[in-house]
Each structure stands twice: as structure tokens, then as C-alpha cells.
Nanobody
Framework: QVQLVESGGGLVQAGDSLRLSCVAS????????MGWFRQAPGKEREFVAA????????YYADSVKGRFTISRDNPKNTVYLQMNSLEAEDTAVYYC???????????????WGQGTQVTVSS
């Protein structure tokens, strides 16, 4: 299994941008599709974005489409989530996860990071 560590979260104001990073270790990063999920207080964890192993295809939740961009750098074993035009509703703990196939389905991801907190003040 691959080990994942997220970073880049913080407290920002509505309209600001943040870039989250997730560094993988312990296995061949390019073997995995990667996803970002988030969990807001009192809510279930939800899909945000996913990217195939090559980076050629990306998927987004409707709520973030046009504002967030997922990308990856395989030589650096890193996946990113660029978040622009942040809204208070984006406040959550953000998790990266690894799967053998890119998907919105949480159950397909078998490795998870510990999460990074993103707080957007309005």
C-alpha cells in the first residue's frame, strides 16, 4: 500500500486560493489513480476530484467544477488540488486517497492520508 501525507491547508477568506499537496511513498506512485475527498463538520465524506495514473483524465464534483483543479507530478510522487474562488461551503478536512482506477466512489480507494483542514471565512 502507498502512504499519503497531505499539506497546504489553512484559514483563508472567501474568494482566496489554496493549493493542497499530497505526497506518496512506499509504492510506485504512477500505478495509482488519485482522488481528493472532503468532510465538513456533521457531514459525510464526499468526492471532490480524481485523476488517472497518467494525469490525462480528471473528474470533478459539480460543486467544485471550474474552481478546483487536480493535477499530479509523477516524478515527485505528488498530487495537487488547486482551489480557487473558495467559498465558506468549502470548509472541510480534505483527504487524498489512492485507487487502482479513478472514480468518485470512495469504496474504491484503499489508501488514505490523514487529512488537512481548510477553513474559509465569509
Amino acid at each position: 500500500q502507498v502512504q499519503l501525507v497531505e499539506s497546504g491547508g489553512g484559514l483563508v477568506q472567501a474568494g482566496d486560493s489554496l493549493r493542497l499537496s499530497c505526497v506518496a511513498s512506499g509504492s510506485t506512485f504512477s500505478n495509482y489513480a488519485m482522488g481528493w475527498f472532503r468532510q465538513a463538520p456533521g457531514k459525510e465524506r464526499e468526492f471532490v476530484a480524481a485523476i488517472t495514473w497518467s494525469g490525462s483524465t480528471t473528474y470533478y464534483a459539480d460543486s467544485v467544477k471550474g474552481r478546483f483543479t487536480i493535477s499530479r507530478d509523477n516524478p515527485k510522487n505528488t498530487v495537487y488540488l488547486q482551489m480557487n474562488s473558495l467559498e465558506a461551503e468549502d470548509t472541510a478536512v480534505y483527504y487524498c486517497a489512492a485507487a487502482y482506477s479513478a472514480s468518485y466512489r470512495e469504496a474504491l480507494y484503499n489508501s488514505w492520508g490523514q487529512g488537512t483542514q481548510v477553513t474559509v471565512s465569509s
